[in-house]
């Protein structure tokens, strides 16, 4: 049995395609008008879940999805005025009923220019495949800084602003709903996969504290998401991609809070430091063009640790690990996500083996403070025998760190192995209270 991989669904898809007011009621009012930029009917997803290996988790569409483009008001990290934009998935053709309305944030990415308002991204494919054929609506931020957003940088990580991005673009689907004639039941889900399952459950943290009365959430499942980040910044062992996520990470707290260093060089090498404060998101690189240009560290064979500390000073990562009042670290304590009890119910999905984000330091950690608190709505699911069986050598993962097989299996195993499994959960999960 084939399962989904991105780059074959992104191939596949990219085949098939020639209300609620708020405190502010600026917050979530469309900028556009809503445009529907096309129509995938059930034969053209059942085709590209069927080329992708897709269709053996998400099943054959019941639904056509109409793809929206949204631009919507949202705020910044000061509550300051400016806009994001997203795509909304709407079930159509036979199925008329209302529907329930998910709102799901997107993992990492680098490259500003991406918009999830385009029928041939692969997470956009697979998000209509998985859920808006099944019967949901679905939106989806692509976040303060990308795309169609004039916010002058991405607040990565930054759980507030986050939130902010998830909640008025459910405002605006509700406001687009009304254009294009379309029915939502009232019912709202929360989901989100890696930097989106952060995104997801700051969400369904503030809509729960906040927006109780105006959003009504059944359900949140948080995917991979990295919700310990204080604990996070204490490993001594660098996680895959640190080349890109810690910068990403140290500079837009900087940016957002102007105290995580006093100095860039105390923090980057050279000649990185020369650069890294505007190089993400970028305009025209991708993950791999960053890394193939030399502005990032990791040429073939080079490992994490390796890459981590070709880009960072020596003094500062032992500084991170150490000192309670290292900058970074303080910013990672506001933007944890401990400590909150949900009224919904909630699922946590991961995979053991995700070597990106560790579930040993945030899933479990997570789960674990739910516990603390006795919480009895809140499950935790390890997707990592799935993804054994299917990808591993044998049916195993490999465990020879010198061998191409280890090196491939762990290097598409958050950003291509993972997702799918976890969202089949996350759909099982919101089945029950649809």
Not at 44 to 66: F, H, P, W
Not at 287 to 314: C, M, N
Request: glycine content about 8%; aromatic content about 10%.
């Amino acid at each position: 049995m084939r399962y989904f991989k991105l780059a074959s669904v992104a191939s596949a898809a990219a085949l098939l395609v020639a209300c609620g007011g708020s405190s502010d009621p600026a917050r979530g009012s469309l900028i556009e008008t809503p445009t529907v930029l096309t129509t995938l009917t059930t034969a053209q997803i059942d085709a590209g879940t069927a080329v992708s290996g897709l269709q053996a988790l998400s099943g054959k569409a019941k639904c056509d999805v109409k793809v929206v483009a949204l631009n919507y008001a949202t705020v910044g990290v000061s509550a300051e005025s400016t806009n994001a934009s997203g795509v909304l998935l709407l079930p159509s053709g036979t199925c008329t009923e209302s529907a329930p309305l998910l709102a799901y944030a997107r993992g990492t990415e680098v490259l500003k220019t991406r918009t999830l308002a385009n029928p041939t991204d692969g997470e956009t494919f697979s998000l209509a495949a998985m859920f808006a054929a099944q019967g949901y609506a679905v939106v989806a931020t692509d976040y303060l800084g990308f795309a169609k957003s004039t916010y002058g940088y991405h607040p990565y990580l930054h759980a507030d602003s986050e939130a902010s991005a998830v909640v008025d673009s459910i405002r605006a689907a509700r406001n687009a709903g009304s254009t294009l004639a379309f029915n939502y039941s009232g019912k709202v889900m929360l989901s989100g996969y890696s930097q989106g399952g952060h995104s997801s459950m700051a969400a369904h943290r503030a809509i729960e504290r906040d927006n109780a009365t105006e959003i009504s959430v059944v359900a949140g499942a948080h995917l991979a998401g990295p919700y310990n980040l204080s604990g996070s910044l204490k490993l001594p062992v660098a996680i895959a991609g640190v080349q890109f996520f810690v910068p990403f990470i140290v500079t837009s707290w900087q940016k957002a809070y102007g105290n995580v260093y006093s100095d860039v060089k105390t923090v980057f090498k050279s000649p990185y430091s020369d650069y890294i404060e505007t190089l993400l998101p970028n305009p025209t690189l991708t993950y791999t063009t960053l890394v193939t240009s030399g502005k990032l560290p990791g040429a073939l064979g080079e490992t994490p640790t390796q890459a981590r500390d070709a880009i960072f000073q020596a003094a500062w990562l032992t500084d991170t690990q150490t000192n309670v009042n290292n900058g970074a670290y303080l910013a990672a304590k506001k933007n944890d996500l401990l400590g909150w009890s949900p009224k919904a119910k909630v699922m946590l999905c991961g995979g053991a083996g995700d070597p990106t984000v560790p579930p040993a330091i945030h899933q479990a950690v997570m789960k674990a403070d739910f516990d603390s608190r006795s919480l009895t709505n809140v499950s935790s699911v390890d997707v990592d025998a799935a993804i054994q069986a299917t990808f591993g050598t044998g049916g195993k993962a490999p465990t020879d760190p010198t061998s191409a097989a280890f090196a491939t299996y762990y290097g598409n195993y958050h950003g291509t192995y993972e997702p799918p499994f976890c969202y089949a959960q996350a759909k099982a999960l919101f089945d029950t209270v649809k």
